[in-house]
């Protein structure tokens, strides 16, 4: 089973603190994302990822940024958290063009 | 650029009664388009799916859905509705050339009556 872990599943921080959110898969997928979801609002593209080193922006980029040095890491970046970016995060990855994407567990962050 | 539209942000129905979701997508050709469903607490699985052919699809737990070019429309339908459904369906659009772009609707809640 393709398997698609976030570093946590909880996470508080402060306002104007750097924030690090891990996504792991271990399948090999070229294509990975970042989703935030938030009620009413469905999931929200935030970046993606087609190879190494390649980064797109999605729908709701500012605020953010992204790294992917390695394939089968993604990280998301909050360079300043903001009350704003309060949300539960979620990490996919796909192998294109339309097996299922694959979600990680989510991360629920809050910033105080 | 690509977006999609769920109409209906809560719809409820009795069980046993049958029921349609709609989705609306906005895309220059025509995309890869899909239903998702996360109940409370879950993560999203897999509906269903749609890229070419015979524009009625089957997916998993007896639901279907119909692609409709013509009103850029992807239909999700549930023939008899269970307590069981009682969840949160996202429909989802992507696109096919090399930077692959999956977007999801809003969402759509579907409460269950008894």
């Known amino acids: 089973d393709v398997k698609v872990t976030q570093s946590s599943r909880y996470l508080v921080k402060r306002t104007g603190e750097k924030v690090f959110l891990e996504c792991v898969q271990d399948m090999d997928h070229e294509n990975m994302f970042w989703y935030r979801q938030d009620p009413g609002l469905g999931l929200r593209l935030i970046y993606f990822?087609?190879?190494?080193?390649?980064?797109e922006k999605g729908d709701i980029p500012e605020g953010y940024s992204v790294s992917r040095e390695k394939k089968e890491r993604f990280s998301l970046i909050l360079e300043s958290a903001s009350t704003n970016q309060t949300s539960m995060y979620l990490c996919?990855?796909?192998?294109?063009?339309?097996?299922?994407?694959?979600f990680g567990q989510g991360t629920r962050l809050t910033v105080v | 650029a690509q977006s999609v539209t769920q109409p209906d942000i809560h719809i409820t129905v009795s069980e046993g009664a049958s029921l349609e979701l709609r989705c609306n997508y906005s895309?220059?050709?025509?995309?890869?388009l899909f239903w998702y469903v996360q109940s409370p607490g879950q993560g999203l699985q897999l509906l269903l799916k749609y890229f070419s052919g015979d524009t009625l699809v089957q997916g998993i737990k007896g639901f279907e859905a119909e692609f409709q070019r013509s009103q850029s429309a992807f239909y999700l339908r549930i023939p008899s509705v269970h307590w069981s459904d009682a969840a949160e369906y996202f429909c989802?659009?992507?696109?096919?050339?090399?930077?692959?772009?999956?977007?999801f609707g809003s969402g759509t809640r579907l409460l269950v009556r008894p």
């Open positions: 990822s087609y190879d190494v080193k390649m980064k």
């Open positions: 895309y220059g050709a025509t995309p890869y």
């Open positions: 996919a990855s796909i192998v294109p063009p339309g097996t299922e994407a694959f």
């Open positions: 989802a659009v992507a696109s096919g050339d090399s930077s692959y772009k999956l977007i």
